[in-house]
C-alpha cells in the first residue's frame, strides 16, 4: 500500500532547522530537516529525512543545481498549497524514481547528516539551498511526499497553529521488511526549488541505502528473483532523434552504445515510451559499438512536447532511462545527447 496522502507542497520558505537545531529542539525526534513554508495564507512544516532508521544509516542522495526534465512542466503548474495527487501517472507531477528517469541511479552518492568539514553531509548541502531560497524573493519550494493532517497542538518546531505538513520526502519504493508497505508505483518524494530570477530548478533527491532500484510494475515491491545478467547494465541509451523535421512517424531514433569488449544479444529487448509503449529489439550490439535504431511510428513514440526513453531487457527490467525536454525537443533535425 503506498504512502498515504500523496502529493506537492509548494510554497515560500521562511524559516529552518537543520538536523542538528531540530534535535536540541525536540530530543525524542529522529534526525529531519526543517523547513517552513507559507503557502496561500497557512503554514507548514516540510520534515526531510537525512539519516535512516535501518543500517546502512547514511542516505543516497542525488543534487543537480540546473535540473532539467519535462516533469517540471507539471509541477510549475501547480498551485500554492499543498496539490493531492490520488491516482500519480506518467502524465502529472508525480514522482518516480525509476520510471520516470529522473535522474541515473549510478549518479547517487551516499552521505551522512552531519560530518567534519564544509559542504560534505546532507545538512550542508540543503543549508546552501534552502538558505539562498530564504534570501530570494519569489522563490518557491515543492515538496513532493505524504501530507499529515492538522493537529490540535501547535507544530513542536516551528509553534504555528494548527501543526500540519509534509514528509516521507524520499524514495517509497523498494523497501523491504516494515517499511514495504510504503512501496508504490509514482508516490516517490523529492524537494525542488524554483528561483524564477534565474529561470533555474534544483533538484534533490533521497534513497535509503536498503532501498532496491528494481521495482514490480503493480506495487513497486522489491524484484528480487532476476540476477541482471552480466553486460546488461553497461549498454546505455546516449542519444535520440526525436523531431526529425518532418513526418515523425517512421523517423524517429534512438542510438544505443555498448560499452562492454563483449557483444550483447538484444534479442527481446524493448524500448518503452512515457505512455509505456513499447517497441521490441532485437539483434547484437557489437563490443564497444553503437547502433541506431529508427523507431517503427506505430508502438514506441518520441513526443515533442518532452518525455522519457527506456531501454529494457528481456525480463522487463529497466536497464537505461532518459529524458528530454520540450525545448530540446523543438529543435528540427537535432540530435539530443544524453
Same mark, same amino acid.
Given at each position: 500500500m503506498p504512502i498515504p496522502d500523496y502529493g506537492v507542497l509548494v510554497g515560500t520558505a521562511t524559516a529552518k532547522l537543520d &538536523?542538528?537545531?531540530?534535535? #536540541?529542539?525536540?530530543?525524542?525526534?529522529? +534526525?529531519?530537516?526543517?523547513?517552513?513554508?507559507? =503557502? %496561500?495564507?497557512? #503554514?507548514?512544516?516540510?520534515?526531510?529525512?537525512?539519516? &535512516?532508521?535501518?543500517?546502512?544509516?547514511?542516505?543516497? $542522495?542525488?543534487?543537480?543545481? /540546473?535540473? @532539467?526534465? +519535462?516533469?517540471?512542466?507539471?509541477?510549475? #503548474?501547480?498551485?500554492?498549497? $499543498?496539490?493531492?495527487?490520488?491516482?500519480?501517472?506518467? /502524465?502529472?507531477? %508525480?514522482? !518516480?524514481?525509476?520510471?520516470? /528517469?529522473?535522474?541515473? $541511479? @549510478?549518479?547517487?552518492?551516499?552521505?551522512?547528516?552531519?560530518?567534519?568539514? &564544509?559542504?560534505? !553531509?546532507?545538512?550542508?548541502?540543503? /543549508?546552501?539551498?534552502?538558505?539562498? =531560497?530564504?534570501?530570494?524573493?519569489?522563490?518557491?519550494?515543492?515538496? $513532493? *511526499? &505524504?501530507?499529515?493532517?492538522?493537529?490540535? =497542538?501547535?507544530?513542536?518546531?516551528?509553534?504555528?497553529?494548527? *501543526?500540519? *505538513?509534509?514528509?516521507?520526502?524520499?524514495?517509497?519504493?523498494?523497501?523491504?521488511?516494515?517499511?514495504? @508497505?510504503?512501496?508504490?508505483?509514482y508516490t516517490d518524494g523529492g524537494l525542488f526549488i524554483h528561483f524564477p530570477d534565474e529561470g533555474r530548478w534544483v533538484a534533490m533527491f533521497l534513497k535509503f541505502q536498503s532501498q532496491v532500484v528494481h521495482t514490480s510494475d503493480d506495487n513497486a515491491d522489491p524484484i528480487t528473483t532476476l540476477t541482471l545478467p552480466e553486460g546488461d547494465t553497461d549498454v546505455r541509451i546516449f542519444a535520440a532523434l526525436v523531431n526529425p523535421g518532418r513526418d515523425d512517424a517512421g523517423h524517429e531514433a534512438v542510438y544505443l552504445l555498448n560499452t562492454t569488449d563483449k557483444a550483447i544479444s538484444l534479442d527481446g529487448w524493448a524500448i518503452a515510451d512515457k505512455q509505456k509503449k513499447k517497441e521490441m529489439l532485437k539483434g547484437t550490439i557489437p563490443a564497444g559499438a553503437t547502433i541506431t535504431h529508427t523507431l517503427n511510428g506505430k508502438t514506441a513514440q518520441l513526443s515533442n512536447e518532452g518525455g522519457i526513453i527506456t531501454l529494457l531487457n528481456k525480463d522487463g527490467l529497466k536497464i537505461s532511462g532518459v529524458s528530454y525536454t520540450k525545448d530540446q525537443a523543438s529543435l528540427e533535425g537535432k540530435v539530443i545527447t544524453f
Open positions: &538536523s542538528n537545531e531540530a534535535m #536540541k529542539k525536540v530530543p525524542k525526534g529522529s +534526525p529531519h530537516y526543517m523547513i517552513l513554508i507559507e =503557502a %496561500a495564507g497557512m #503554514k507548514y512544516r516540510i520534515a526531510a529525512n537525512v539519516k &535512516s532508521d535501518t543500517k546502512p544509516p547514511d542516505l543516497q $542522495f542525488y543534487l543537480n543545481d /540546473n535540473y @532539467k526534465h +519535462p516533469i517540471l512542466d507539471a509541477a510549475g #503548474k501547480l498551485a500554492e498549497g $499543498f496539490n493531492a495527487i490520488p491516482n500519480g501517472g506518467a /502524465n502529472t507531477a %508525480a514522482l !518516480d524514481y525509476i520510471r520516470g /528517469n529522473l535522474f541515473d $541511479f @549510478k549518479d547517487l552518492q551516499i552521505l551522512p547528516a552531519t560530518a567534519n568539514g &564544509s559542504n560534505n !553531509d546532507l545538512n550542508d548541502i540543503f /543549508n546552501v539551498w534552502v538558505e539562498k =531560497a530564504l534570501a530570494t524573493s519569489g522563490t518557491l519550494i515543492y515538496a $513532493f *511526499g &505524504s501530507k499529515w493532517e492538522p493537529e490540535k =497542538a501547535p507544530d513542536e518546531y516551528f509553534d504555528f497553529t494548527p *501543526g500540519q *505538513g509534509i514528509h516521507d520526502i524520499h524514495m517509497n519504493q523498494g523497501n523491504t521488511g516494515s517499511f514495504a @508497505k510504503d512501496n508504490g508505483v
